[in-house]
C-alpha cells in the first residue's frame, strides 16, 4: 500500500521559516521522482512548487518560490524535506507531496501552513 505523510506544517509569521517532511512507504521511493504541491485557500488547482529527481542530483522550482525553498531528499529514510524560508502569505496553502516530477502519480493528504502577521 502506497503511502505518503506529510508533517510540518503550522501558523508563522512572514519572513519565518519551516520544514516539511513526507514520509512515504509502499513504492521504491528511491528510484522515484518526487515533487511538491500546494492547493491556495478557495482554489482547486493545484500549484506545483517544486520537483527532485532520484538521486536528488536535479531539482526545479515554480518561480513563485525559487530562491526562497528547497526541496530535497534522503533516499535513506524514504522521506522527502521542503525548506521554505522568507514565507509570504501568498504562501499559506495546503502542501502536497507526489511521486513524480510534475505530473503525480500518487499524492499525500497534505499538510497546512498559513502565513499570517
Known amino acids: 500500500q502506497v503511502q505518503l505523510v506529510e508533517s510540518g506544517g503550522g501558523s508563522v509569521q512572514p519572513g519565518s521559516s519551516l520544514r516539511l517532511s513526507c514520509a512515504t512507504s509502499g513504492f521504491t521511493f528511491s528510484g522515484s521522482q518526487m515533487s511538491w504541491a500546494r492547493q491556495a485557500p478557495g482554489k482547486e488547482e493545484y500549484e506545483w512548487v517544486a520537483?527532485?529527481?532520484?538521486?536528488?542530483?536535479?531539482?526545479d522550482y515554480a518561480d513563485s518560490v525559487k530562491g526562497r525553498f528547497t526541496i530535497s531528499r534522503d533516499n535513506a529514510k524514504n522521506t522527502l524535506y521542503l525548506r521554505m524560508n522568507s514565507l509570504k502569505p501568498e504562501d499559506t496553502a495546503v502542501y502536497y507531496c507526489q511521486s513524480g516530477y510534475r505530473v503525480p502519480i500518487f499524492r499525500g493528504q497534505g499538510t497546512r501552513v498559513t502565513v499570517s502577521p
Open positions: 520537483g527532485i529527481d532520484s538521486g536528488g542530483g536535479r531539482t
